[in-house]
């Protein structure tokens, strides 16, 4: 019996133009209508939670005598839109400062966290070691303490090195991360040896294992935790607090506090809602550079496979 398509060679066959597609039973196609109903509560939850922020966006565009008088904008005098809270923002002697001090702080905080704990987990998760049971059980007992607790302490330590009014203070504390090495661990257990071994065969040092090998797989977990200690350090008010005291070493948060505290700054809520606004913004940012990464490393260990 001739065989099908016999006058071809084996090399351009496509086998699978001729076999037919096996579809699943169990997976129903749904109509469109049926797609857009199902959708609609995601749809409806998506705009309320977007409604306090297109609510701040118009805060700031208002006047101040326009800033409770309208919930939104006010459609029938749009002429009164201005963006004097803005200019009055910008003109504050400090704001342009603490902008600054809060992204160099957040930058290089989210750095030195994420590479300590990628070398914490890499540690954990691909070497034996004598005490790595115990190591790893201090580990999680210390986060169940909560970090108010360790404020007293913390600031005496500080006052003893002499770190107090310095980002020192801020920085090597934050350094380090137990949340952040159990989860580059769990991610760089999917590593697997073979490749850590072949990588010896090569030459290779045990950093630029962890650099070349495990880092690049492990990629979406270095996003996902990226964006949560940036915004992490963004919004960190109660300890800057207590050790920054110079005006000019604020940081944004600490800085608008402050700011809007002073007497001739009572009334204006709208530079507050201004302030408010620009502070979101980094974050947002951020978070659509890594949007893939992030969902990605949150989704990682929720397979099995």
């Known amino acids: 019996m001739k065989r099908p398509f016999a006058d071809?060679?084996?090399?351009?066959?496509?086998y699978r133009a001729i076999t037919p597609r096996r579809t699943d039973p169990r997976r129903v196609q749904l109509t469109p209508l049926v797609t857009f109903l199902l959708h609609l509560p995601l749809l409806l939850g998506a705009l309320v939670c977007t409604v306090p922020l297109v609510w701040l966006v118009c805060a700031t565009l208002k006047s101040g005598q326009d800033l409770f008088k309208y919930d939104f904008l006010p459609w029938d005098h749009l002429d009164h839109l201005t963006l004097d809270n803005f200019r009055k923002l910008v003109a504050r002697d400090g704001f342009t400062r603490w902008l600054?001090?809060?992204i160099f702080l957040s930058?290089?905080?989210a750095s030195i966290v994420v590479t300590l704990s990628s070398l914490g987990g890499f540690a954990l998760a691909k070497y034996k070691f004598r005490g790595k049971a115990v190591l790893t059980t201090l580990m999680v007992l210390t986060m169940l303490l909560p970090a108010q607790v360790l404020m007293a302490g913390s600031y005496e330590l500080m006052h003893h090195l002499g770190w107090i009014n310095s980002y020192a203070a801020i920085l090597v504390p934050g350094s380090v991360s137990v949340f952040g090495m159990f989860l580059f661990r769990q991610a760089m257990r999917q590593v697997p040896d073979e490749l850590l071994h072949a990588g010896r065969i090569d030459g290779c040092s045990e950093l630029r294992i962890w650099w070349d090998i495990c880092l690049p797989i492990v990629r979406p977990m270095i996003g996902a935790f990226t964006l949560m200690t940036f915004?992490?350090?963004?919004?960190s008010y109660l300890w800057p607090q207590i050790v920054l005291q110079d005006e000019a070493k604020y940081t944004l948060p600490i800085g608008l506090a402050n700011m809007m505290s002073l007497p001739e700054f009572q009334t204006e809520y709208g530079v507050l809602m201004a302030g408010t606004l620009l502070s979101v913004l980094p974050v947002v940012l951020l978070f659509f550079v890594l949007q893939k990464d992030f969902i990605a490393g949150l989704s990682s260990g929720a397979v099995k496979g």
């Open 107 to 109: 930058c290089l905080q």
């Open 100 to 102: 600054c001090n809060s």
């Open 231 to 235: 915004i992490g350090s963004w919004n």
């Open 8 to 14: 071809q060679p084996d090399s351009v066959l496509d």
